[in-house]
């Protein structure tokens, strides 16, 4: 079954440093979501895209981050400086968006990120 | 504001013990209610999409029911690996991105 792969699963780094996360969705999957989600809440949506433009980023402290997928398949979330208040788990998911508002997302295993 | 609140918090049962966990929703023109499943540090796991008041999907012991203002999620009973954060998102006209509460931390004891 294909699943929505990300990595690191896990960072630690201090706060002003630069972190990048990587997704790579369901091989066919037109549309990638960023969510963050703070512990012992729901995700929050941070960045969508459709192919390679971005369709929703009002979310998005564009001050610090950014988000890109160059070729509509893979996408990177940086986040530069790293504050305190970044720690939370990254989750990418996708869905193919042939009829985007019925597809169901599809989450990958998250990255989970602890500012020092 | 769009809003989705859900209902306990947090839940514990006996193995065996049936219940059920509560979304409700204020969105203008609902276009999905989705439930998800998360395990500790994992991400969400797909379980059902309702689309219309009236709508229920099952799933082994789960099943999910839709009203025009909340959904249920009814465990029927449940198993110690029924144990995890029950996480409920809706979809709204004009939007693409899923709304999410704040989820249901259920543990099923032995």
């Known amino acids: 079954e294909a699943e929505v792969a990300q990595s690191p699963r896990y960072k630690i780094t201090e706060k002003s440093q630069a972190v990048a996360f990587w997704c790579d969705p369901i091989s066919g999957h037109a549309t990638l979501y960023w969510y963050r989600q703070i512990l012992g809440q729901g995700p929050e949506l941070l960045v969508q895209f459709q192919d390679e433009s971005v369709v929703d980023d009002s979310q998005l402290p564009k001050d610090r981050f950014s988000a890109e997928r160059l070729k509509g398949v893979d996408s990177t979330l940086k986040i530069q400086p790293a504050e305190l208040g970044d720690s939370a788990m990254y989750l990418c998911?996708?869905?193919?968006?042939?009829?985007?508002?019925?597809?169901?997302?599809?989450f990958g295993p998250g990255t989970r990120l602890l500012v020092l | 504001e769009d809003q989705v609140t859900q209902s306990p918090e947090a839940l514990r049962l006996q193995e065996g013990e049936s219940s059920s966990l509560n979304c409700s929703y204020t969105v203008s023109g609902l276009r999905g209610l989705f439930w998800y499943r998360q395990d500790p540090g994992k991400g969400p796991e797909f379980l059902f999409t309702?689309?219309?008041a009236g709508e229920e999907k099952e799933k082994e012991r789960l099943k999910a029911t839709l009203t025009k203002k909340e959904s249920f999620l009814h465990i029927t009973a449940p198993k110690p690996e029924d144990s995890a954060t029950y996480l409920c998102a809706v979809r709204y006209e004009g939007a693409q991105k899923l709304v999410f509460g704040q989820g249901t931390r259920l543990t099923i004891n032995p």
């Open positions: 998911a996708s869905s193919r968006a042939l009829d985007a508002k019925k597809e169901t997302q599809y």
């Open positions: 309702l689309y219309s």
